[in-house]
């Protein structure tokens, strides 16, 4: 199939004279002037021709091809070498002729006609092979499958072109779909455009089609999900088509799963932000993020460092994800004043010292414990990070002067049913209190799970659906706010733009996601079929778990903002100066003395609709994670 290159070269110098020769022939009326008038001239030609031509097909790469795949390109590449090689022999031609070498019968028609024939031979040779290998396909094996195929692209024309060239796979591509008008009722390679993607039920139930292949690689989710849901009512199996980047870049492994983005699960559109706000709040401003190593705060160091800030403290106590986020950030960013502090916020004496060194005029508290059934193993840890650390932190603003402190909460701190969620209300509590006491803007702002942000849901899943599953959830009915980390990190850069100080901030997140069909999303999106190729098996409700979360308290009110989908609540529950101060007393000291009972108990009494009393501790359950 793969026809030598010297064959191709043998080939080309039998054309050259055949071209010189038909270049003459063509250009005279009396073929016997030929031999008497232009018989030297046309052999001086052939030689000139023979000894330039090869040589300058082979500088353009004519005898380094495989032609049976010639295209486009390579057409454009022959008519590149054949006029430099036309041009280089008529220029010896003429400059012979003026020499007086050859004769009286030299023809500058003739050179043309001679480009043109070369032009035809070298050409055709080369796509004759091309046509040559068309015809030598494996036969199919056995019966065809008929497909159907999602996209009329780029991507629907090369499955369709493998599928043609490959019959060996059994599969016959019957018709293609596309929401293009302009690509209605044409044909690809053969192969009409039936219909648009509405009009796929239609189709499985009026024609014989055994297959569906989604051949758009960058197909958002609700696609892929109008398809697998029309195939499953059908029963016709469908794959999706991984993206050649996908492939060349190693994202697509053996199993042959689909490289799920995270927006495809959403359900929702994404959120849009208002940049010139944002830059208006970060640029030329010093700036520290707790938290840098995390997925929030990674995020977050890498939004803030567009904005072109003063300068960008990146606090954690984690030293390898702290330098992991500086390396990428000195990569892409490398003019930015980076500085790099493992501190832990517990630590009051070393947050005094960062701050009085580095003087930050805003501040994203990210740092946080942050998993629900670990922090019900672990109640004096929670409140020393996220209540006694946050205390330290918003202190430490205070007396260092820091403009805007924005901190990150979460959905869980409504109600709060674990303690998590009651730690990070008490956080809230705190920096509300410290914005109404100090005046200055320091606001919160809540948001429910995000995807993708490590430890979270959706790795785990796809940890769990590359081994093979099961997938394990703990309820059928169990309930999400999902966004992404992008939006998380939009809406923490709004509130601190818009926030003048004592607002809780929340997103119109849309509806709750149902874990089980984030989970099945999951499954479909990496091309594969719940319960058939992956199992998931449900474990029950986890010490500190709610069926539901809010994002809001039914008695409060809250008020539209610039952004169309941010709302702020001006209205939150505030402790009074000394109570709070009381609280905070005690809470240290039971943290000191390892009394996670009682923190419990004064947690449900400080925190406004917490129960977590009423929740079962990890001693009456088995864990399960």
């Given at each position: 199939m793969f026809f030598r290159n010297r064959y191709v070269l043998l080939a080309d110098i039998l054309f050259i004279p055949l071209a010189v020769m038909g270049s003459y022939l063509l250009r005279l009326e009396y073929l016997p002037d030929f031999s008497r008038f232009y018989g030297r001239a046309a052999l001086t030609l052939i030689l000139l021709a023979l000894l330039v031509k090869p040589a300058v097909?082979?500088?353009?790469?004519?005898?380094?091809?495989?032609?049976?795949?010639?295209?486009?390109?390579?057409?454009?590449?022959?008519?590149?070498?054949?006029?430099?090689?036309?041009?280089?022999?008529?220029?010896?031609?003429?400059?012979?002729?003026?020499?007086?070498?050859?004769?009286?019968?030299?023809?500058?028609?003739?050179?043309?006609?001679?480009?043109?024939?070369?032009?035809?031979?070298?050409?055709?040779?080369?796509?004759?092979?091309?046509?040559?290998?068309?015809?030598?396909?494996?036969?199919?094996?056995?019966?065809?499958?008929?497909?159907?195929?999602?996209?009329?692209?780029?991507?629907?024309?090369?499955?369709?072109?493998?599928?043609?060239?490959?019959?060996?796979?059994?599969?016959?591509?019957?018709?293609?779909?596309?929401?293009?008008?302009?690509?209605?009722?044409?044909?690809?390679?053969?192969?009409?455009?039936?219909?648009?993607?509405?009009?796929?039920?239609?189709?499985?139930?009026?024609?014989?089609?055994?297959?569906?292949?989604?051949?758009?690689?960058?197909?958002?989710?609700?696609v892929v999900r109008r398809v697998s849901e029309a195939c499953r009512q059908k029963n016709v199996p469908f794959r999706t088509m991984p993206g050649i980047y996908e492939l060349l870049g190693g994202k697509v492994s053996v199993s042959r799963l689909r490289e799920v983005d995270i927006t495809d699960l959403l359900r929702r559109e994404p959120v849009r932000i208002h940049e010139e706000w944002i830059g208006a709040a970060l640029q030329g401003?010093?700036?520290?993020?707790?938290?840098?190593?995390?997925?929030?705060?990674?995020?977050?160091?890498?939004?803030?460092?567009?904005?072109?800030?003063?300068?960008?403290?990146?606090?954690?106590?984690?030293?390898?994800?702290?330098?992991?986020?500086?390396?990428?950030?000195?990569?892409?960013?490398?003019?930015?004043?980076?500085?790099?502090?493992?501190?832990?916020?517990?630590?009051?004496?070393?947050?005094?010292?960062?701050?009085?060194?580095?003087?930050?005029?805003?501040?994203?508290?990210?740092?946080?414990?942050?998993?629900?059934?670990?922090?019900?193993?672990?109640?004096?840890?929670?409140?020393?990070n996220n209540i006694l650390g946050t205390r330290n932190l918003v202190d430490t603003a205070e007396t260092c002067g820091v403009e805007r402190l924005v901190l990150?909460?979460?959905?869980?701190?409504?109600?709060?049913?674990?303690?998590?969620?009651?730690?990070?209300?008490?956080?809230?509590?705190?920096?509300?209190?410290?914005?109404?006491?100090?005046?200055?803007?320091?606001?919160?702002?809540?948001?429910?799970?995000?995807?993708?942000?490590?430890?979270?849901?959706?790795?785990?899943?796809?940890?769990?659906?590359?081994?093979?599953?099961?997938?394990?959830?703990?309820?059928?009915?169990?309930?999400?706010?999902?966004?992404?980390?992008?939006?998380?990190?939009?809406?923490?850069?709004?509130?601190?733009?818009?926030?003048?100080?004592?607002?809780?901030?929340?997103l119109n997140m849309g509806e709750q996601v149902r874990i089980l069909d984030l989970a099945e999303d999951l499954i479909r999106l990496s091309g594969l079929e719940p319960g058939r190729d992956i199992e998931i098996v449900f474990t029950g409700i986890r010490p500190g778990e709610k069926l539901r979360e809010e994002l809001w308290e039914g008695n409060k009110t809250y008020e539209k903002t610039p952004h169309p989908e941010i709302f702020r609540s001006g209205a939150e529950d505030l402790a009074a100066e000394a109570a709070l101060s009381a609280a905070l007393e005690r809470l240290a000291d039971l943290t000191a003395r390892s009394q996670p009972q009682a923190l419990i108990d004064l947690l449900d009494e400080v925190v406004p609709g917490a129960a977590i009393r009423s929740t079962p501790r990890p001693s009456d359950l088995t864990m399960d994670f």
């Open positions: 097909y082979y500088a353009f790469g004519l005898y380094r091809r495989l032609w049976v795949y010639a295209s486009i390109s390579e057409l454009k590449l022959i008519a590149v070498a054949v006029t430099t090689a036309s041009v280089f022999v008529a220029g010896l031609g003429i400059t012979f002729y003026s020499l007086g070498w050859l004769g009286e019968g030299f023809s500058r028609t003739a050179l043309a006609i001679d480009w043109l024939l070369s032009l035809l031979f070298v050409g055709g040779s080369r796509f004759a092979l091309r046509a040559w290998a068309e015809t030598r396909h494996p036969r199919a094996s056995g019966q065809q499958r008929k497909v159907l195929i999602i996209g009329a692209g780029d991507a629907g024309a090369l499955v369709v072109r493998e599928l043609q060239r490959n019959p060996q796979l059994n599969l016959q591509p019957v018709g293609l779909l596309d929401d293009d008008p302009a690509k209605q009722r044409h044909q690809i390679h053969n192969i009409p455009v039936i219909g648009k993607l509405s009009d796929l039920p239609r189709l499985l139930e009026e024609r014989p089609v055994d297959e569906v292949v989604i051949a758009i690689p960058t197909a958002p989710g609700k401003k010093r700036i520290l993020v707790t938290g840098a190593g995390g997925s929030i705060g990674r995020e977050l160091c890498r939004q803030i460092a567009r904005w072109n800030p003063a300068s960008l403290v990146l606090l954690g106590h984690g030293e390898n994800s702290i330098f992991e986020a500086l390396l990428e950030l000195k990569s892409d960013y490398p003019q930015l004043d980076l500085i790099p502090v493992i501190a832990d916020v517990k630590d009051s004496a070393r947050l005094q010292a960062v701050f009085g060194e580095r003087q930050p005029q805003v501040v994203f508290h990210a740092a946080a414990h942050k998993h629900v059934p670990l922090m019900e193993l672990n109640v004096e840890e929670a409140v020393a990150i909460s979460t959905d869980k701190a409504v109600h709060p049913a674990n303690v998590y969620g009651a730690t990070k209300r008490m956080a809230e509590m705190i920096v509300l209190n410290a914005a109404r006491r100090s005046g200055k803007a320091f606001s919160v702002v809540r948001f429910g799970n995000v995807l993708g942000s490590r430890g979270s849901v959706v790795p785990r899943f796809k940890r769990l659906i590359a081994s093979g599953g099961p997938l394990t959830i703990t309820h059928p009915d169990m309930e999400r706010f999902f966004m992404t980390i992008p939006e998380a990190v939009h809406l923490v850069l709004q509130a601190a733009a818009m926030g003048k100080g004592g607002e809780a901030f929340l």
